[in-house]
């Protein structure tokens, strides 16, 4: 089908990287059903959103989007909508008797059935899938003929999650913990370069438990690592996001040894109380928590750290809030997500006391101010060192390239576009808020 012909898909993601992976799998699958991507809702025949559902009123603001695409529906009838991800999952039939114009629902376990579902859509029906069905869905989502990809690349290896913090719906909403087969994966990852990706962030909500089958039986992460580690032309292996309780020797060792492992760890505490590590069902205490990145930097001294925090957890004193800014001292991060606890209805916390919320804001703001300070300083001190960057896309300045140190930093450079998908060694001279800048090694050796 030539592309004039072709209906079009808007896509909106919302959330982790998770749904970044699923809305291209979705665009694929429905790629075959005669899709192909726009960037705009105006001139689109399907409207798809990927929501999320882990923080603040996320089935409301799904339902004023949605409001939004009203006038759309009234001057194209056959424009189809569609809700996917966490908020299909926990609303289901729900949005379609809310918004009578939403035509399809499909949980995050359900993607392979798009195609079918786009069919029954097309014939005027409604379609809805939430269920958590045995088949497994990556077996459906095949890719379609090799279509050249960027430098940088997900890769889905664990889904769910049984840990069931007291605050979280991906329990309820991704279900219980399933990982993917080695050979899939290994599959998939060479898929990948042979495409043109140089980095692969393996994903998962707990992807640190991941124990696939594999040729010697269940798999680690760490095994998994080593093995990925084999492919020729993959340059660079990183994983998101980890539970503290699954950091196993192994994958602390792999830290240390793995040339390709890069020195970037994502790994949420939430908060520093034992009191509230408790109440949150974290299963650790704060001291755990500092030993084991004691380790962590014992293996790879410059590892940068990253983490995710909660203020205003119910029951959270003046006290527990202090604990959490002495672990964040002891700690040091690179980088770091923090926000404020918003209640999830199903979930243990929300039926507890709440926090006073000019309490929870005036914490938000300290834990970010010292968040802030210490990113920016592990930033500044890059100044001067050389880093080695994979070159992603031209920057917003003439000549500009932009990449990712191994550090995850974001670094601007005057570089040739032909230096895209490649690994460079590049001097930092400069840091700014969000990213560092930086010149050519060779250039400075010249
Ligand atoms: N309230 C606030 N933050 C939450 N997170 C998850 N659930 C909630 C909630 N109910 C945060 C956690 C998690 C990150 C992805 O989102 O910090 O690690
Ligand atoms: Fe949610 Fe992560 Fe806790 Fe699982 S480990 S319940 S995904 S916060």
């Given at each position: 089908m030539s592309d004039?012909n072709?209906?079009?898909l808007?896509?909106k993601t919302?959330?982790?990287?998770?749904?970044v992976?699923?809305?291209?799998?979705?665009?694929?699958a429905?790629g075959?059903?005669g899709?192909?991507?726009?960037?705009?809702?105006?001139d689109?025949d399907?409207i798809?959103?990927?929501?999320?559902?882990?923080r603040e009123?996320?089935?409301?603001?799904?339902y004023?989007?949605l409001g939004?695409?009203?006038?759309?529906?009234?001057?194209k009838?056959?424009?189809?909508?569609?809700?996917?991800?966490?908020?299909a999952?926990?609303?289901?039939?729900?949005?379609m008797?809310?918004?009578?114009m939403?035509?399809?629902?499909?949980?995050?376990?359900?993607y392979?059935?798009?195609?079918?579902?786009?069919?029954q859509v097309?014939?005027?029906?409604k379609?809805?899938?939430t269920?958590?069905p045995?088949?497994?869905?990556f077996?459906?989502?095949k890719?379609r003929?090799?279509a050249?990809?960027g430098p940088?690349?997900f890769?889905?290896?664990?889904?769910?999650?049984?840990?069931?913090?007291a605050?979280c719906v991906?329990?309820?909403?991704?279900?219980?913990?399933?990982?993917?087969?080695v050979d899939?994966v290994l599959s998939?990852?060479?898929?990948l370069?042979?495409?043109?990706?140089?980095?692969?962030?393996?994903?998962g909500?707990n992807?640190n438990a991941?124990h696939g089958i594999?040729?010697?039986?269940e798999?680690?992460?760490?095994?998994l690592?080593?093995q990925l580690n084999?492919?020729?032309g993959?340059e660079r292996i990183?994983?998101t996001t980890s539970h503290p309780n699954?950091?196993d020797d192994?994958?602390?060792?792999a830290h240390?040894?793995c040339?390709?492992l890069m020195?970037?760890?994502?790994?949420p505490?939430q908060?520093?109380?034992?009191?509230?590590l408790k109440a949150?069902?974290?299963?650790?205490?704060a001291e755990?928590?500092?030993?084991l990145?004691?380790?962590i930097?014992?293996a790879?001294?410059?590892?940068?750290?990253s983490?995710?925090?909660?203020v205003g957890?119910?029951g959270?004193?003046d006290?527990?809030?202090?604990?959490t800014?002495?672990?964040?001292?002891a700690?040091?991060?690179g980088?770091?997500?923090?926000?404020?606890?918003?209640?999830r209805?199903g979930t243990p916390a929300?039926e507890?006391?709440?926090?006073?919320p000019?309490v929870?804001?005036?914490?938000?703001?300290?834990l970010?101010a010292l968040?802030n300070?210490?990113q920016r300083?592990?930033?500044?001190?890059m100044?001067?060192?050389?880093?080695t960057v994979?070159?992603?896309k031209?920057?917003?300045?003439?000549?500009q390239?932009?990449?990712?140190?191994?550090?995850?930093h974001?670094?601007?450079?005057?570089a040739?576009k032909?230096m895209?998908g490649e690994?460079?060694?590049v001097?930092i001279?400069?840091s700014s808020t969000?990213?560092?800048?930086?010149v050519?090694?060779?250039?400075?050796?010249a």
């Amino acid at each position: 089908m030539s592309d004039e012909n072709a209906k079009k898909l808007y896509i909106k993601t919302y959330g982790c990287q998770m749904n970044v992976y699923d809305s291209e799998r979705m665009a694929e699958a429905l790629g075959g059903q005669g899709y192909v991507a726009t960037d705009t809702p105006d001139d689109a025949d399907m409207i798809l959103l990927n929501t999320c559902h882990i923080r603040e009123k996320a089935a409301e603001k799904i339902y004023s989007e949605l409001g939004r695409y009203k006038g759309l529906k009234a001057e194209k009838p056959d424009l189809k909508i569609g809700v996917a991800g966490c908020v299909a999952q926990a609303e289901g039939a729900e949005i379609m008797r809310r918004q009578p114009m939403v035509d399809l629902v499909v949980g995050p376990q359900s993607y392979h059935r798009l195609p079918d579902m786009e069919q029954q859509v097309a014939k005027g029906q409604k379609a809805l899938d939430t269920d958590f069905p045995k088949e497994d869905k990556f077996d459906h989502l095949k890719s379609r003929p090799k279509a050249q990809r960027g430098p940088t690349a997900f890769l889905t290896v664990q889904e769910g999650c049984d840990k069931f913090c007291a605050f979280c719906v991906v329990p309820y909403t991704r279900g219980a913990e399933v990982s993917r087969p080695v050979d899939q994966v290994l599959s998939e990852a060479r898929d990948l370069v042979d495409r043109g990706v140089r980095e692969i962030t393996l994903l998962g909500q707990n992807v640190n438990a991941y124990h696939g089958i594999g040729a010697k039986g269940e798999t680690s992460l760490a095994d998994l690592i080593w093995q990925l580690n084999d492919i020729d032309g993959l340059e660079r292996i990183r994983f998101t996001t980890s539970h503290p309780n699954d950091m196993d020797d192994a994958l602390i060792e792999a830290h240390g040894t793995c040339d390709k492992l890069m020195p970037y760890l994502h790994l949420p505490v939430q908060s520093g109380s034992d009191r509230i590590l408790k109440a949150m069902n974290r299963k650790h205490t704060a001291e755990d928590y500092i030993r084991l990145i004691e380790r962590i930097r014992a293996a790879r001294p410059d590892i940068l750290m990253s983490g995710d925090f909660i203020v205003g957890f119910p029951g959270e004193t003046d006290q527990d809030f202090e604990d959490t800014m002495a672990l964040v001292r002891a700690v040091n991060y690179g980088q770091a997500f923090s926000f404020k606890y918003s209640t999830r209805p199903g979930t243990p916390a929300a039926e507890r006391a709440q926090v006073d919320p000019d309490v929870a804001s005036d914490r938000l703001q300290r834990l970010q101010a010292l968040l802030n300070e210490q990113q920016r300083s592990i930033q500044d001190a890059m100044v001067g060192q050389e880093v080695t960057v994979l070159f992603e896309k031209p920057g917003r300045l003439a000549g500009q390239m932009v990449g990712k140190s191994e550090y995850l930093h974001a670094v601007h450079v005057q570089a040739p576009k032909s230096m895209r998908g490649e690994l460079v060694r590049v001097r930092i001279t400069e840091s700014s808020t969000n990213s560092l800048a930086g010149v050519l090694a060779q250039d400075v050796a010249a």
